[in-house]
């Protein structure tokens, strides 16, 4: 007899397809760089587009067959940002995004650093990943590779610069969103933890 798992239940499980996509997308970040440096575009646009495949499909393998993590919740966030840093470092190394877009994204993952840190000194853990974030760097991770297309002088680069910086500004704006979220999130769990040892 096949036991049904609840489909919120979160194991303690490693070794997971979902997880095994995080660790795939951590290994392409040297890839990518590696490919941006040497001006090997090719390359790295298979990188930048097989990451956004692998961090649309991770999530939703986990929640189709039960195969939510601990080890998943933090290991994907920490692939999503981590892939998002590297990518905004290549890129603006070669001169294809502004200066000031890295400044306003790394500006925000400070921002929730110092709120994660100030959680863990209160004694919580983390905060769950919610739809708006999955949102912002699903805009983000599709404005990449879109944004090192429109750096071509074709008329595929005329075609994706568009639309890469749509997603870009989308991705920008829930970005940002998502860390106001966060913080009432943030504010709701250590009132909530205040009340119960109180």
């Not at 994204?105 to 983390?126: K, V, Y």
């Not at 944004?147 to 610069?161: F, I, S, V």
């Not at 998502?178 to 504010?187: D, E, G, N, P, T």
């Amino acid at each position: 007899m096949v036991s049904e798992r609840h489909p919120t239940e979160v194991s303690g499980r490693l070794l997971t397809l979902p997880n095994v996509l995080s660790i795939l997308r951590l290994v392409g970040v040297p890839v990518f760089l590696w490919a941006i440096v040497a001006q090997e575009d090719g390359w790295a646009l298979f990188v930048l587009m097989a990451s956004g495949v692998t961090d649309y499909a991770d999530g939703k393998i986990a929640r189709k067959f039960h195969m939510e993590s601990r080890f998943g919740q933090l290991l994907d966030p920490v692939a999503d940002r981590l892939y998002i840093l590297t990518t905004l470092i290549g890129l603006a190394w070669r001169d294809i995004i502004p200066v000031w877009l890295v400044a306003v994204l790394i500006l925000r993952e400070l921002a929730m650093s110092l709120m994660l840190l100030h959680l863990r000194r209160r004694g919580q853990i983390g905060l769950p990943v919610h739809f708006v974030g999955k949102a912002a760097t699903f805009n983000l991770l599709y404005a990449f590779p879109l944004l090192l297309l429109a750096n071509r002088t074709d008329w595929l680069g005329d075609l994706a610069r568009p639309v890469g910086w749509g997603f870009a500004w989308w991705g920008i704006v829930l970005y940002w969103l998502a860390a106001v979220l966060y913080a009432l999130q943030a504010r709701f769990v250590l009132a909530r933890a205040k009340v119960q040892t109180a």
